[in-house]
């Protein structure tokens, strides 16, 4: 199953407070993309946070991982997870025989 983590910089959470995980957070992400859990990894644009495509077997899985990276148990980061599902709206465009 695939999801798309949001992961923000919690509310009231100083960058001086990130800045200090940030290297553990990365290594954890690694481990994770080595793993061909996380797929890919952007910044959102103004910094506030990163989006993670992921693949996990299922929700609860993918809670436990993202619960895991070290910036999460530090209370900086919030993460909302996104599961999805195939697109089949485009079905609509094709006549049915």
């Known amino acids: 199953m695939q999801f798309l983590v949001l992961a923000r910089v919690a509310e009231g959470v100083a960058m001086e407070q990130v800045l200090p995980h940030v290297k553990a957070e990365a290594e954890a992400v690694w481990q994770q993309y080595s793993a061909e859990i996380v797929r890919s990894i952007y910044y959102i644009a103004h910094m506030s946070g ?43 465009l094709f006549a049915k025989f």
Do not use: H, N, R, W
């Open 50 to 92: 990163a989006v993670l495509m992921c693949k996990a077997p299922d929700l609860e899985t993918m809670q436990q991982i993202t619960a895991q990276f070290p910036m999460a148990q530090a209370g900086v980061l919030k993460f909302e997870i996104l599961p999805l599902k195939p697109y089949i709206g485009l079905e609509s």
